[in-house]
């Protein structure tokens, strides 16, 4: 699922095909479903049922990100 209109992604996979499903325009789906606003990278914590427990944009590269990071995952799969 992306932002990106199906005429994007077209061009973008024929030079580097991915072996699934893309959807195009997504952008208010993943916001209904997912109470998320799309931006790259973004990442899900899903716990061991399979379900979606929290999820947050950006990239981390310094330790106290990587610690605020990890509280939150670590929030996450305690109240699941």
Aim: cysteine-free; overall charge negative; proline content about 4%.
């Amino acid at each position: 699922m992306g932002t990106d209109s199906a005429e994007e992604i077209q061009s973008y996979i024929s030079n580097h095909p991915w072996p699934f499903d893309h959807v195009a325009n997504a952008g208010e789906t993943i916001f209904t479903i997912f109470k998320h606003r799309w931006a790259y990278p973004t990442t899900f914590v899903v716990d061991k049922h399979g379900i979606i427990v929290g999820a947050f944009a950006g990239g981390f590269h310094d330790e106290k990100a990587v610690e605020e990071v990890f509280q939150k995952i670590s929030f996450w799969l305690k109240s699941n």
